[in-house]
């Protein structure tokens, strides 16, 4: 089965609502796909940040913000190919910008509670 990006396009476009961002991850930042997607998204002026491997990649022309972990050589991916490197970077970096969210908007337990309910940490912070 070939992976398209088609239904989360269709996802993403259509139910992006005033205040949404949207956050593409790419090491490449040319994916195809998500300059398609971030394209429609500019049309719609839903805001873009984009956190990608290269600074000089097309995904930056398409962006509101750009977030790079770029390191001047190409990481070595397994197999060459394969993302496993990046995405622990990609997942630094999105983790520090839900981290700056969380502190700017006042974000606490009592909130996260809200919005999880369910689980075990819903079960734990429901007690």
Known sequence: MKYTCTSNFIFTSGNALPGDVVVFLSHSGNTKECLE????LKKRDVPVLAIVGKNDCFLRDCSDALLSY???DDIKETLSVVPSRSVV???ILINGVV???IRR???NLI???KSHPG???GEQLSE
Request: a neutral charge; aromatic letters at 10%.
């Open 37 to 40: 997607v971030a394209r429609h």
């Open 70 to 72: 770029d390191t001047g």
């Open 89 to 91: 970077l990609q997942e």
């Open 99 to 101: 981290s700056e969210l």
């Open 105 to 107: 908007r006042k974000f």
């Open 111 to 113: 909130n996260f509670a």
């Open 119 to 121: 689980g075990s940490l």
